[in-house]
């Protein structure tokens, strides 16, 4: 059964630099041409437009390439100053 994923989610795949990590925009469910390549998908097997977190880059993958992540927070420091 293939993985499912909804617009929003947190994913992270594997490309040539490395591990990347963005954000579902859109379920694809039919044949769709990208930068002069079609990439096919149906109902039975979705491939997700997937904008990346670092370089807002927009990837399309099948649901088997991708991973559910938590996306991250930022955390403020628990340092606090020290008075002298």
Sequence with gaps: M????????????????????????????????????VHHASRDEPQYLIQSDKTDHV????????????AQVKKKSKRRKMKR
């Design 2 to 37: 293939p993985k499912i994923f909804m617009r929003g989610d947190h994913v992270e795949w594997n490309s040539e630099a490395g591990r990347v990590r963005g954000v579902i925009m859109k379920k694809v469910v039919s044949d769709i041409r990208i930068k002069g390549y």
């Design 59 to 70: 990837a399309i993958h099948k649901g088997k390439a991708l991973r559910h992540i938590q």
